[in-house]
């Protein structure tokens, strides 16, 4: 599976972005999707994540801000990323795993790509 991001770039605090993650070469029907970020100097951290089953799952500090949904026949997933804030600032990354099922740790994905990069600014 090949995945790769778009949809980053600078904006202001309380602006939005809608991340894409579009892949290649399998169906992400049957996948679990999660996407993470890396700040300059931070630990990569889980973000959120959607299921096989389409279950979500949020970290605390992006709940109700960001929804991550898929469309199965466009073979994507989104990061709507709204009331966005300086320290949502990182480059973003998806990833899959292939048992479907959602998880929070990167060593638990399969599949990366190269990250996307967003910038808050104040």
């Known amino acids: 599976v090949q995945l790769v991001e778009s949809g980053g770039g600078l904006v202001q605090a309380g602006g939005s972005l809608r991340l894409s993650c579009a892949a290649s070469?399998?169906?992400?029907?049957?996948?679990?999707m999660g996407w993470f970020r890396q700040a300059p100097g931070k630990e990569r951290e889980f973000v959120a994540g959607?299921?096989?089953?389409?279950?979500?799952y949020y970290a605390d500090s992006v709940k109700f801000r960001f929804t991550v949904s898929r469309d199965n026949a466009k073979n994507t997933v989104y990061l709507q990323m709204n009331s966005l804030k300086r320290e949502d600032t990182a480059v973003y990354y998806c990833?899959?795993?292939?048992?479907?099922?959602?998880?929070?740790?990167?060593?638990?994905?399969?599949?990366w790509g190269q990250g996307t990069e967003v910038t808050v600014s104040s």
């Open positions: 990833a899959a795993r292939s048992d479907g099922f959602l998880r929070t740790t990167q060593i638990q994905y399969d599949y």
């Open positions: 959607i299921s096989r089953a389409a279950s979500t």
């Open positions: 070469g399998r169906t992400l029907s049957t996948y679990a």
